[in-house]
């Protein structure tokens, strides 16, 4: 069974400061790995996507990649009170034709002022 | 920006009805998916569909279910006589490539199904 783990937390960071969210996946073949933001209650948003080992940035958000490992983390720089939500780490399966996403719990993220 | 739409956004009904789910992937997007979310719990992956078939679907896709393309911008769920546990947000999302492919599904807005 291929499975993505990322602690539920919830992580408290106050305003400003960088939250860093992390995530193992089982499957040493998976490719692609996203990171979503979720807002309770709605769908899944793309933040970030990383095929590579290494670093990735897009603004205030940073993803690394260790397929070594098998980790993938997300930094947020400057981190706002919008920014709270749940952070879903995914990895890309293989499927015959189309590659389904296998998702995490997720991270629920705090950002006090 | 194009995105993906999905009607209704909530649907009520009584345990043993059927429910058809809508959803219009993004245009020129060729793959299609379902995933749920059981309450406090993980996205699961339903199943994918491309080129008027399904591609794969989990163990969670059983006989009650079934997805269809009535026309070029529809893409339907039905769940054929609903129980108390098909009570979730069911996504769907449509992506450009397929096995091996860097592309991103996008997601719609969900609907959330009540079984009563």
């Known amino acids: 069974q291929k499975e993505v783990e990322q602690n539920s937390g919830p992580l408290s960071v106050p305003e400003g400061a960088i939250a860093s969210l992390n995530c193992t996946y089982s499957?040493?073949?998976?490719?692609?790995f996203f990171w979503y933001r979720q807002y309770s209650g709605k769908s899944p948003e793309l933040i970030m996507s990383i095929y590579s080992n290494g670093d990735k940035e897009d603004g205030r958000f940073t993803a690394q990649l260790n397929k070594a490992s098998q980790y993938v983390s997300l930094l947020i720089r400057d981190s706002q009170p919008s920014d709270s939500a749940t952070y879903l780490c995914a990895v890309k399966g293989l499927g015959m034709i189309t590659d389904k996403l296998i998702f995490g719990t997720g991270t629920r993220l705090q950002v006090f002022p | 920006e194009p995105e993906v739409t999905q009607t209704p956004s909530h649907q009520v009904t009584q345990m043993g009805q059927e429910v058809i789910l809508r959803c219009v992937p993004i245009s020129n997007h060729l793959y299609f998916y379902w995933y749920r979310q059981i309450l406090g719990q993980k996205v699961e992956f339903l199943v994918s569909?491309?080129?008027?078939?399904?591609?794969?679907k989990s163990e969670i896709f059983d006989d009650q279910f079934s997805v269809e393309r009535p026309d070029g911008s529809n893409f339907t769920l039905k769940i054929r006589s609903t129980k108390l546990e098909d009570s979730a947000m069911y996504f769907c999302?449509?992506?450009?490539?397929?096995?091996?492919?860097?592309?991103?599904?996008?997601f719609g807005p969900g609907t959330r199904l009540t079984v009563l």
């Open positions: 569909f491309y080129n008027n078939e399904i591609s794969e």
């Open positions: 499957d040493r073949v998976s490719q692609s």
């Open positions: 999302a449509s992506g450009t490539s397929g096995v091996g492919g860097t592309d991103t599904q996008y």
